[in-house]
T-cell receptor
Framework: ETGVTQSPTHLIKTRGQQVTLRCSSQSGHNTVSWYQQALGQGPQFIFQYYREEENGRGNFPPRFSGLQFPNYSSELNVNALELDDSALYLC???????????FGSGTRLTVV | KNEVEQSPQNLTAQEGEFITINCSYSVGISALHWLQQHPGGGIVSLFMLSSGKKKHGRLIATINIQEKHSSLHITASHPRDSAVYICAVKRPNTGNQFYFGTGTSLTVIP
């Protein structure tokens, strides 16, 4: 058990729709990062949240947005889905001053 | 060019063989991680290195900071070691942001 839970595990959406992916981190893990992993590729950094504020962002358009909540859960929202958004979405969390981290098992999103 | 390069991309080995996966990076780092990803996507952290060498069971990870290179070794490989192994580096002052290699897909044949 990783201590980080993502839901749903699989999801199919239609192009143009909106999707919300969820991540539940370990208690005390104030930092959460989201990554997109296309098939056959390494994960790409989307953004990071620390204590409910975004404090880092990768090269993703504004239709990728996020939220982090006081109960150590977080969301990744993607608007106006495109076919290329089909990927595995991973979240990872860590505590303050701790380079250790824990990954969730991911949500596999398919856009048709 | 990716900041993190891994080799080989694909590797097939016979059970019992000694395996080495290499990772080279071109940026300053605060830590390097080796990750294991099984089919279905879940990622498990194997090692976090900032210097030297670490060993856990049949797995050994080394890093040479001057040469910007790390290796992951698997001794007495087993079919259950079949997975994708990913090297990821954390850069200083970037919080929890990682830069990932594209992974090495390992298949161990019985």
């Amino acid at each position: 058990e990783t201590g980080v839970t993502q839901s749903p595990t699989h999801l199919i959406k239609t192009r143009g729709q909106q999707v919300t992916l969820r991540c539940s981190s370990q208690s005390g893990h104030n930092t959460v990062s989201w990554y997109q992993q296309a098939l056959g590729q390494g994960p790409q950094f989307i953004f990071q949240y620390y204590r409910e504020e975004e404090n880092g962002r990768g090269n993703f358009p504004p239709r990728f947005s996020g939220l982090q909540f006081p109960n150590y859960s977080s969301e990744l929202n993607v608007n106006a889905l495109e076919l290329d958004d089909s990927a595995l979405y991973l979240c990872a969390s860590s505590g303050d001053g701790n380079y250790g981290y824990t990954f969730g098992s991911g949500t596999r999103l398919t856009v048709v | 060019k990716n900041e993190v390069e891994q080799s080989p991309q694909n590797l097939t080995a016979q059970e019992g063989e000694f395996i080495t996966i290499n990772c080279s990076y071109s940026v300053g780092i605060s830590a390097l991680h080796w990750l294991q990803q099984h089919p279905g996507g879940g990622i498990v952290s194997l090692f976090m290195l900032s210097s030297g060498k670490k060993k856990h069971g049949r797995l050994i990870a080394t890093i040479n900071i001057q040469e910007k290179h790390s290796s992951l070794h698997i001794t007495a490989s087993h079919p259950r070691d079949s997975a994708v192994y990913i090297c990821a580096v954390k850069r200083p002052n970037t919080g929890n942001q990682f830069y990932f290699g594209t992974g090495t897909s390992l298949t161990v044949i019985p």
